[in-house]
Nanobody, 115 residues
Framework: QVELVESGGGLVQAGGSLGLACAAS????????LGWYRQAPGKQRELVAR???????EYADSVKGRCTISRDNANNILYLQMNSLEPEDTAVYYC?????????WGQGTQVTVSS
């Protein structure tokens, strides 16, 4: 069992920045996928950015160049730095870890970008 707790969401004006953090209750090593997803009202949950087993990092086209995913393995924390935020980035952001045989989600943190 892994508990994931996101923090750092909030209200920001368009063009601003936010940093999200996800604290895991156990090691975030040995994953298949480790990353951030988001879900806007009335829309499906979508990938924002993730680490893939083998060292690959993937970003959604909509956030490339504006977001950076990083992690602190020693402290079991996953980060997402978001810059040049747009109203379209408004969503609940979720942390996810996928071991292949099972995956875990955090409870989500709300990000609201005002125009």
């Amino acid at each position: 069992q892994v508990e994931l707790v996101e923090s750092g969401g909030g209200l920001v004006q368009a063009g601003g920045s936010l940093g999200l953090a996800c604290a895991a209750s156990r090691s975030i090593d040995n994953f298949n996928y480790l990353g951030w997803y988001r879900q806007a009202p009335g829309k499906q949950r979508e990938l924002v950015a993730r680490f893939v087993l083998g060292g690959i990092t993937e970003y959604a086209d909509s956030v490339k160049g504006r977001c950076t995913i990083s992690r602190d393995n020693a402290n079991n924390i996953l980060y997402l730095q978001m810059n040049s935020l747009e109203p379209e980035d408004t969503a609940v952001y979720y942390c996810n870890i996928n071991y292949g045989w099972r995956e875990y989600w955090g409870q989500g943190t709300q990000v609201t970008v005002s125009s």
